[in-house]
């Protein structure tokens, strides 16, 4: 099968994570992937590490060059399938494709009610929600339920015999050893709730505070480093925290951390979640959108109300039971690997594939007579 993978987003977040991973299953199982995207940011550099051919132009249309060169570079690519991977990547591909067509599958990685998937719907394309919390938010925009597909995330860890990664984050930020060390993945704004984080650090004992370090990673939101920054500083919590921009590999940050930290306000099914349970680690989230669809409360993590105090509390549950943290962490890895590993997504996937390129074949038939 051919497969051109379209993306208009670049940064090392959840979707571009995912299209990479999904491009090289897909590759590794003999299909032929092209993946088109902005020629800036994170993913073209990740993409070219992992050996995945690459389209670079801007996913856009106020650059209509651009969009003449792409479309030009599917048809000569000739792909059985187009599979977008944000709602405006969505919206593009059924403007390149026109008139002719071509049979398109986009992947909803945030809950929007954006027209480009009713549109995309109500020809011959099909809607891959990555969590069943996300087709109930489609079905709810008035998508018809008979073309969205729950297709859960999915990690390579999962699938890795060996999932321990080089311990080299400590060191490298002078964090102690002994240092029980919180992570929180993330983008910086107010949904991930770093706010939330730092407050709660602040409410903990300090006996168990002085046995702790959070270290916060990701892209920002314009300011919200800042602001992070500030709350540190004014609750005196700097010897206990460490701030860092966009990481390369969240994973191996996660790896040589001892719990994950998620306090969000909303989430579809976030990519860190189920790589911290491939690598062992318990989690602490919130129970919004797809989150329960991984973590099991008590079981792989705890599940926290959105506010310090509650978070606080799991982090002094955590931070002082050992047994408790191997336990769940245990269970965690089972249950990656029983769930979200990468077959799994490609076999799903792939069958959706199937779907819009039968349907794109009965509009056809029906367009000729």
Known sequence: MRI??????????????HLLELAQSQIERGFDVLAICPPRGWLPSALKQCCIPIYLQEVRRKSPLSLLRIRRRIASFEPDVIHAHSERSAAIARLLTKPRGRPIVATVHIPRNHPAYRHLTLEHGFLIAVSHFLRAELIEYGIPDERIVTVLNSTILA???NVNTDATIRSELGIPEEKLLF????RYCEDKGQLIAVEALSKLDEEVRAKVHILFAGPCDEGWDKRVADSVRDLGLDDFVTLLGPVDSGANLIGDSDVLVLPSAREALPISILEAMALGKPVIATDVGGISDALVDGETGLFIDRDASSLAGAMRNLATDHSLRKRMGVVARRRAEELFAPNRMID??????DRAINAFRVKQSQRSR
């Not at 051109?4 to 994570?17: A, Y």
């Open 348 to 353: 799903e996937i792939s069958a959706v594939y």
């Open 4 to 17: 051109v993978h379209i993306v208009d987003l670049t940064d090392p977040q959840g979707t571009e994570r």
């Open 159 to 161: 699938s890795t015999a």
């Open 183 to 186: 992570a929180m993945v993330a």
